[in-house]
């Protein structure tokens, strides 16, 4: 059996690097959510810092944009849930503008309020999931993407696309329904 050198798994001082917040030395320390840099002080200083650096870009402003709200320029800019547009003016001006389309470009308007339309949503989890953008006056929720076709039994305003042991499938989502069929 080969001989493992320990010295690569020992601390050198000289590749130790000192916490911005009471110059002790960070180690490299692991939690459910994965490494990361902590204090050797913890729990007197509680300074970490993610070992991975987030790729995060800086936004860039789209030239001859507008604001509806405040006449400012437009942005593209980069959040915890990807890229959005958002006005530049921002903490002042809090204008979003999100992707509220399918893949095909249609924007499937609420079964339940008809006033919102279904947008793609991520939990913290990380689970996508599909909810009424008039939220929280409609709470209307899928699992599933939306199609933008109303059910030939029942007649909801809606079917949603699901994988099965056949292939694709659409199919209400309804649970009292039992309307299904395979994709084209």
């Known amino acids: 059996m080969a001989k493992v050198d320990q010295d690569l ?33 913890y729990p007197s200083c509680d ?3 993610p070992l991975v650096q987030s790729g995060k870009i800086e936004a860039q402003v789209i030239a001859g944009s507008q604001c509806p709200k405040c006449g400012g320029e437009l942005a593209v800019k980069s959040g915890r849930f990807g890229l959005f547009i958002g006005c530049t003016q921002y903490p002042e001006c809090d204008h979003l503008e999100k992707h509220s389309q399918d893949e095909k470009g ?6 339940i309020c008809k ?13 996508s999931f599909y909810a009424c953008s008039a939220y929280p006056g409609c709470k209307f929720i899928l699992n599933y993407p939306p199609v933008a076709e109303s059910c030939p039994e029942c007649d909801f305003a809606i079917l949603v696309e699901r994988k ?21």
């Not at 692991?30 to 902590?38: D, E, P």
Request: glycine share 10%; proline share 5%.
């Open 47 to 49: 300074y970490t810092r």
């Open 106 to 111: 249609i924007a499937i308007s609420c079964p």
């Open 164 to 184: 099965g042991a056949a292939g694709m499938r659409v199919e209400c989502p309804v649970k009292s329904c039992k309307y299904k069929r395979l994709m084209e």
């Open 115 to 127: 006033q919102g339309y279904l947008e793609h949503k991520t939990s913290r989890f990380g689970k």
């Open 9 to 41: 798994f020992t601390p050198h001082a000289k590749e130790q690097e000192a916490c911005p917040l009471c110059h002790g030395n960070l180690m490299v320390k692991n939690s459910k959510h994965g490494g990361f840099f902590g204090c050797e002080h």
